[in-house]
């Protein structure tokens, strides 16, 4: 397969993983603030700091209010990761794939994109924020479906999981700091119903709250929700299950490349970030993640997933 086309089938992953995280994230803002009275003078401020984009967000809006917030993240053409230009961006990259992804995924992504072409402010006000985002979310549903579904197990489907799973395990672990360390900057709430509310919403923005409930129950603890959204090797949103799909499909591309088992061997010797970050995150240990600094480790996630994205480019993308 040409780099060319591999670095396509990587990015039309990594912006359509990234456009969903991003409704993902708004809706469940937008459900919390409903929920509970509003905290400071800018209640969606959070959502910028999630994807560090306050100063992007800053040079065009006065305010971050609920108006600006929304138009930023969800239809402004000048910020090139707001939903719609990240749509743009996955099905402008899977138009030059046709002999590589299914009719159905291509369908459905161009329909994705011809939608949001004519979206307008006037869609948060009729059929109203909530029901976007449902539709919405349901379109990333069918989309992941039928990419899961469609394309055989072959080099397009491995680049395009590596793109995909290193945007997920990287958006994890910047949820999950940003609500540590921003959205609680009082120690006399931790532990507390507004506490307890911001995890359970950082569980349902990552469809993780079921699947939370069926392990540990009703009560929310800190611990167990980084367990289940760091260290989980079977919930397919967490950073762990993540990077193990990550190194599934960077062996299946070298075992079609034909490689021995020597120089398999040295394949794997070429991404020491992702060995470092794959020991780190089997070892399982949340509470001293906790402990020791979380945030420290979400960071490290953070540069590690950047690392191994170079490391990748470097290996099978790169065409200069």
């Known amino acids: 397969m040409l780099r060319r086309i591999a670095s396509h089938l990587y990015w039309t992953a990594r912006n359509l993983e990234r456009a969903e995280w991003r409704a993902r994230l708004v809706d469940v803002n937008y459900h919390l603030l409903v929920e509970t009275a509003p905290r400071g003078t800018e209640p969606w401020a959070p959502l910028l700091a999630i994807f560090g984009e306050r100063e992007l967000f800053a040079a065009r809006y006065a305010t971050a209010d609920e108006d600006s917030v929304l138009n930023f993240f969800v239809l402004d053409l000048e910020n090139p990761n707001s939903i719609r230009n990240c749509i743009t961006t996955a099905r402008n990259n899977a138009q030059s794939l046709r002999p590589y992804i299914s009719s159905e995924l291509w369908i459905d992504l161009n329909s994705l994109y011809l939608d949001a072409q004519a979206w307008t402010p006037r869609l948060f006000i009729s059929p109203g924020v909530f029901a976007f985002f449902s539709e919405l979310k349901d379109s990333f549903y069918r989309i992941s479906g039928i990419l899961q579904t469609t394309i055989p197990r072959d080099p397009a489907y ?41 995890w359970a919403a950082v569980l349902r923005s990552a469809s993780a709250l079921e699947a939370y409930r069926k392990l540990h129950g009703n009560a929310i603890e800190v611990d167990k929700v980084v367990g289940i959204l760091v260290f989980d090797p079977s919930f397919p949103r ?83």
């Open 158 to 198: 491995d680049f395009m999981q590596i793109g995909m799973m290193l945007e997920r395990a990287e958006d994890v672990a910047r949820m999950l700091d940003v609500k540590y360390h921003f959205l609680l900057p009082r120690l006399e709430d931790v532990g507390g119903p507004i506490d307890l509310l911001q």
């Open 238 to 320: 967490s950073a762990r299950f993540s990077l193990d799909q990550l190194e599934v499909s960077l062996g299946r591309i070298a075992a079609e490349r034909s490689e021995s088992s020597q120089s398999q061997s040295q394949s794997r010797a070429q991404f020491p970030a992702l060995q470092e970050l794959s020991a780190a995150l089997k070892s399982d240990r949340s509470a001293h993640a906790l402990k020791s600094g979380l945030h420290q480790f979400l960071i490290h996630i953070q540069d590690a997933c950047a690392a191994i994205s170079d490391e990748v480019f470097g290996r099978y993308l790169r065409t200069d």
